[in-house]
């Protein structure tokens, strides 16, 4: 059954089009570690709640738009695998993957309002 990733980010409005570009090196290396499928979903009709919404949940501020994305897997030992490689990345600085190095392709959002986590589908039309 597959996995899946997911994330919620405040990009700033006028980061759009970097954004796009980081995503679109950096979610290479994702694909060769066995992803199957990547979303990267600019917000467009993002209300704020009562209580909680989108937009708490990355203290985003009013110059930012929400982004959410998920990675597919095609099962959690793929990601689980992949994921391994990337902490080894981060803890190795010479296994780090180009697309994913923060000198070459830096993050155009503040990473530490990025909020993630994985998922077991139980319901698929």
């Known amino acids: ?49 009562n209580v909680t919404d989108f937009r708490k949940a990355v203290q985003a501020k009013d110059d930012e738009t929400v982004i959410f994305s998920w990675i597919e897997w095609p099962d959690k030992a793929t990601r689980d695998a992949a994921m391994a490689k990337m902490k080894e990345m981060m803890v190795d600085p010479s296994k780090v993957d180009p697309r994913m190095d923060p000198e070459k392709n830096p993050m155009p959002f503040d990473g530490k309002r990025l909020i993630f986590g994985g998922f077991t589908p139980v319901v698929e039309l």
Request: charged share 20%; with cysteine; proline share 4%.
């Open 1 to 49: 059954m597959s996995y899946i990733d997911g994330f919620v980010i405040a990009v700033p409005t006028a980061n759009k089009q970097k954004f796009i570009d980081h995503a679109l090196s950096a979610n290479g290396v994702f694909m060769d570690l066995g992803a199957v499928r990547i979303l990267e979903c600019w917000g467009d009709d993002v209300p704020d709640g």
